[in-house]
């Protein structure tokens, strides 16, 4: 097949946004270099302040239209507690653009690198997050917040938990786990929620049982952080909730090494979107001390799955080199400040475009 043009959108947002951003994109381009496949033609959309200050709106309707016309993007993180009254309303720039785009699965890699002091050597694991309902306020309800205060010391909340939602993270989570070791670990609480959480369960199991070999299992969320500090090379993928699957994949980032090698992919059918877990660390931004780790990992994710809803080898060989030549950097003991290193973020991704050429 013919490899055609990749469109990505930029989106560089607030704090160490723009470092790591620019980070990011030039290692896809070195990477696609590489391997000869098509130049990305990347489109800079504006969000956060940037945007407020030339659009007066965190999220412009112009940054929502263009999406619309991508497969994909690389979202850099947004700082919203710092905006404005005004433009605090509503859900934050991050939440809006999955809710909008029905990016539902949001996956969550967490590997513990050669050269990285993590706490629980090992792992080598990746948490399927459920992203589109659950315990979150701003992603479960058609119109409005899923948050009610009947009265000043009363504050309520509703968690959504459906089939449709359900079966299809759950397939998401068998079709990596056919792909990798085939281990599958159901997440929940429904000792406790058993009506929700154990809908969540149940179909869970259902969906597991359409997928032969897997070996499949379940256990409450507390156990599951638990079992993380203590054995986490035991696992290999888990399906969880919204809220359970945000909370297990920082804990295990950090168990790994740092937030700043945690990278994600929220994704649908159809769209992608490349965003590290971490937030936009402000006290860093403009110093050049940022960890590109995450959101370069996080590119070379988009990369591997833009490639395979191609069927293009180009962006899934690029991504393989990304992800060794990082690997390959944080072996060689050169890493940022968050990691124990001395390298700054420039440094650091040019010893990783350097380690893109070795295979």
């Known amino acids: 097949m013919t ?3 990749v469109r990505l959108g930029l989106i560089e947002g607030d704090g160490i946004g723009p470092e790591v951003v620019r980070a990011a994109r030039d290692v896809a381009d070195e990477a696609m270099a590489v391997v000869e496949a098509p130049a990305i033609e990347w489109l800079p959309l504006p969000m956060g302040q940037r945007a407020i200050a030339e659009c007066g709106d965190p999220l412009p ?3 929502l239209k263009m999406l619309e016309t991508l497969e994909g993007w690389i979202l850099g993180p947004h700082d919203n507690v710092s905006y404005a009254p005004e433009h605090r309303t509503g859900a934050p720039p991050g939440g809006a653009i999955r809710k909008r785009f029905g990016l539902y699965a949001n996956i969550r890699p967490v590997r513990a690198f050669a ?3 993590a706490t629980t050597p090992g792992m080598d694991l990746v948490i399927v997050r459920e992203n589109s309902e659950g315990f979150y306020a701003d992603r479960n309800m058609v119109a409005g917040s899923g948050e009610f205060q009947p009265t000043p010391d009363v504050a309520m909340s509703v968690g959504v938990f459906s089939r449709a939602a359900t079966e299809r993270i759950a397939h998401e989570a068998c079709r990596l786990a056919r792909s990798r070791r085939g281990l599958l670990t159901i997440v929940h609480k429904a000792n406790v929620l058993p009506m929700t959480m154990g809908l969540f369960r149940d179909v869970c199991y259902e969906v597991a049982a359409r997928y032969p070999g897997l070996i499949v299992d379940d256990e409450h969320v507390d156990a599951t952080a638990a079992h993380l500090v203590r054995a986490p090379a035991d696992y290999d993928v888990l399906v969880t909730e919204n809220l359970f699957g945000d909370i297990l994949s920082d804990l295990a980032a950090e168990l790994g090494g740092s937030l700043g090698i945690a990278a994600s992919l929220n994704c649908s059918a159809d769209r992608a979107m490349a965003q590290a877990v971490h937030g936009a660390a ?3 931004a403009g110093r050049n001390r940022a960890n590109p780790a995450a959101l370069q990992l996080s590119t070379a994710m ?3 799955w833009l490639g395979s809803r191609r069927d293009e080898a180009g962006p899934i060989q690029a991504a393989e080199r990304i992800e060794r030549a990082i690997a390959a950097t944080f072996k060689a003991g050169i ?10 973020t420039s440094e650091f991704t040019e010893q990783v475009r350097a380690r893109l050429h070795q295979w």
């Open 3 to 5: 490899a055609r043009t």
């Open 302 to 304: 988009l990369l591997r």
């Open 335 to 344: 890493a940022t400040a968050d990691l124990g290193g001395l390298a700054s």
């Open 61 to 63: 309707i112009s940054t």
């Open 282 to 284: 402000p006290t860093l």
């Open 115 to 117: 050269g990285v002091r």
